[in-house]
DNA sequence: CTATTATCGTTTGAATTCAAACGTTCGATC
DNA sequence: GATCGAACGTTTGAATTCAAACGATAATAG
């Protein structure tokens, strides 16, 4: 059924209500379609990977993030994660909760807070970060190496594109 | 600066910090500028557009499905939109309170609840969609034509490949 | 026809998310 | 140094999200 390398049942059902509106069908597609590829990509990982191990897919993401990048500012967690500073206070003090990371002070600045992995943390992230990427695997699979590395390509330069246009919109 | 290009600064301190392990560094890529981007999508899109509607992404996204889909069940829209009938019931409730949606039962099966847009909500999709479009645009617009044509068939694809891979996970 | 099984939407409780407001701390200017 | 503005992380309150449990209804089996 060569459906899925034209259009989907669902958007051409869509396209065809909108047609006669002046509206960009394209962008409508690769909108449509570059959210659905992210929900079901969470839902898988969530699903196969980080249930058995109680963790969201945000707080994995940010357990990965303080693996990465050490001891680090709450400020900076937000802003790789693209998320609200608000946000990284509730997941730091979930998993503050369950002993994998802890929080201290800056000598330097006294408003800042440095978080940092326990070692159960630790522990968490590099017995489950291989299982998240062999998901990550399945994933991009579905397409040949090539493509993966065009979509890969294309992804990059719409991200970059809106660290252009907005630079630190993140309050 | 060609580093959009190639690899973001921060992509290339992951890929530092995981080298030595056995990770699929081409899917992790793919991911996790998969999840950025649409995560900077849906937040340029709440803040530019929806948010003066006072709509979330979810509302307007299931407001759009309703009003594609005319009368439709609680479960399709859960299907269509990859997220579970708990949650859709929780927006419709709140859809329902500001007077967008309203609910019926079906008459052949009392199981069902058949969902359709009120006019006011009606009114609203017409309103916000050509300008949440326009966002789309704005974001798709980053890419040349043929890149977005690419994009679009690559993520198709993708989620093409999780049709086949689960059919139906959500419970 | 009755009993079992499956499916529907909802409820519950907990986690995630954010804007806005807040107190604290730093920096800049006078 | 004192004052004003900016930046930090947190709190608050509301919406979103989901797994699990639930009652109601339908479909299937016996």
């Known amino acids: 059924m060569p459906i899925q390398e034209d259009f989907s049942r669902a958007e051409l059902e869509v396209m065809r209500r909108v047609s006669g509106l002046p509206i960009d069908e394209l962008a409508l597609s690769v909108a449509s379609n570059l959210w659905r590829a992210s929900q079901l990509f969470k839902q898988k990982l969530e699903r196969e ?3 058995e191990h109680s963790l969201s897919f945000s707080s994995f993401s940010t357990l990965f ?7 680090i500012e709450t400020r900076d967690i937000a802003k790789s994660q693209a998320v609200s500073k ?3 206070t509730s997941l730091l003090i979930t998993l503050e909760k369950h002993g994998l990371v802890k929080r201290k002070a800056a000598k330097s600045d006294k408003r800042l807070v440095l978080v940092e992995l326990t070692s159960a943390g630790r522990t968490m992230v590099e017995w489950v ?10 994933v991009a699979g579905i397409l040949t190496e090539p493509e993966q590395l065009e979509l890969a390509r294309l992804l990059r330069k719409v ?3 809106f660290q252009i246009s907005f630079e630190e919109v993140t309050a």
């Open 129 to 138: 970060f291989p299982k998240f990427n062999q998901g990550e695997a399945d």
């Open 159 to 161: 991200v970059a594109g």
């Open 86 to 88: 608000a946000t990284v």
């Open 65 to 71: 993030i303080i693996w990465i990048w050490g001891p």
């Open 49 to 51: 990977v980080l249930r």
